[in-house]
């Protein structure tokens, strides 16, 4: 199934204990996507549900169903959320035809390995109510590292790519970025440079808590960055 996530990642959930320790950086994104996250939500790619629970928060989300493709990280979201909808497997096995109001893309399409059908098939689920795409992707080839690979990506995104790619699903882009300026020289010295294979709890805990509150606020206050880290993008279903 052309839908399923890279068969080559490790399944170890490594990743997401290191990036616990990012809760600045990931209020901050949800706060970029908050004014479109409303009604029913679709969260694909939901891991060990980080952002699942701050979404169950949201007053103005009163319907949540998160995808998930590993069983182990469902059997958790259950476990931690026994009454939210979990669905194991990808977006091709959401079956009903439910209308969407938003659906949240979070470090997932670089997963799949064709992802220009995976954003037409979130066009068609949010056609009907126009809704919108909140889409956060890994950016820039030049720094794709062995850890990348690790983590079963099959590319980083440069920005006219990735709005091509969006334009061609049928989007309307509201937005497209880059984000998180900084991160990108750190992921490069680390990852490129150094090949570390792995995120030090520390460095993620002093880098969250020390240089991406300041960053972050000359970003998206004063100016665009001109790279990145990562891109991130909220369009609209034609």
Same mark, same amino acid.
Request: charged fraction near 25%.
């Given at each position: 199934?052309?839908?399923?996530?890279?068969?080559?990642?490790?399944?170890?959930?490594?990743?997401?204990?290191?990036?616990?320790?990012?809760?600045?950086?990931?209020?901050?994104?949800?706060?970029?996507?908050?004014?479109?996250?409303?009604?029913?939500?679709?969260?694909?790619?939901?891991?060990? #549900?980080?952002?699942?629970?701050?979404?169950?928060?949201?007053?103005?989300?009163?319907?949540?169903?998160?995808?998930?493709?590993?069983?182990?990280?469902?059997?958790?979201?259950?476990?931690?959320?026994?009454?939210?909808?979990?669905?194991?497997?990808?977006?091709?096995?959401?079956?009903?035809?439910?209308?969407?109001?938003?659906?949240?893309?979070?470090?997932?399409?670089?997963?799949?390995?064709?992802?220009?059908?995976?954003? #037409?098939?979130?066009?068609?689920?949010?056609?009907?109510?126009?809704?919108?795409?909140?889409?956060?992707?890994?950016?820039?080839?030049?720094?794709?590292?062995?850890?990348?690979?690790?983590?079963?990506?099959?590319?980083?995104?440069?920005?006219?790519?990735?709005? #091509?790619?969006?334009?061609?699903?049928?989007?309307?882009?509201?937005?497209?970025?880059?984000?998180?300026?900084?991160?990108?020289?750190?992921?490069?010295?680390?990852?490129?440079?150094?090949?570390?294979?792995?995120?030090?709890?520390?460095?993620?805990?002093?880098?969250?808590?020390?240089?991406?509150?300041?960053?972050?606020?000359?970003?998206?206050?004063?100016?665009?960055?001109?790279? #990145?880290?990562?891109?991130?993008?909220?369009?609209?279903?034609?």
């Amino acid at each position: 199934m052309s839908g399923l996530p890279n068969e080559t990642a490790q399944t170890e959930d490594f990743e997401f204990a290191a990036l616990s320790e990012a809760k600045n950086y990931r209020n901050a994104l949800l706060r970029e996507f908050s004014g479109h996250l409303h009604e029913s939500v679709l969260e694909v790619g939901a891991g060990i #549900g980080q952002i699942t629970g701050q979404l169950l928060q949201n007053p103005a989300i009163t319907r949540l169903v998160s995808i998930e493709p590993d069983p182990k990280f469902c059997a958790g979201l259950r476990t931690a959320f026994p009454a939210h909808a979990v669905i194991e497997g990808t977006i091709d096995d959401l079956k009903n035809d439910d209308a969407w109001n938003a659906i949240l893309s979070v470090n997932v399409l670089e997963h799949i390995s064709e992802d220009e059908r995976e954003l #037409g098939i979130y066009r068609q689920k949010l056609s009907r109510e126009k809704g919108t795409l909140c889409l956060f992707v890994p950016a820039r080839p030049e720094i794709f590292a062995p850890i990348d690979r690790d983590f079963g990506h099959f590319r980083r995104y440069t920005q006219p790519e990735l709005r #091509g790619k969006l334009e061609g699903a049928g989007f309307e882009i509201l937005q497209l970025r880059y984000y998180n300026f900084a991160g990108y020289f750190a992921w490069w010295l680390n990852f490129c440079v150094l090949k570390k294979r792995s995120f030090d709890l520390q460095s993620v805990r002093i880098f969250d808590r020390v240089i991406f509150p300041p960053v972050h606020a000359i970003e998206s206050k004063i100016c665009l960055p001109p790279i #990145g880290q990562s891109l991130l993008a909220i369009a609209r279903a034609k």
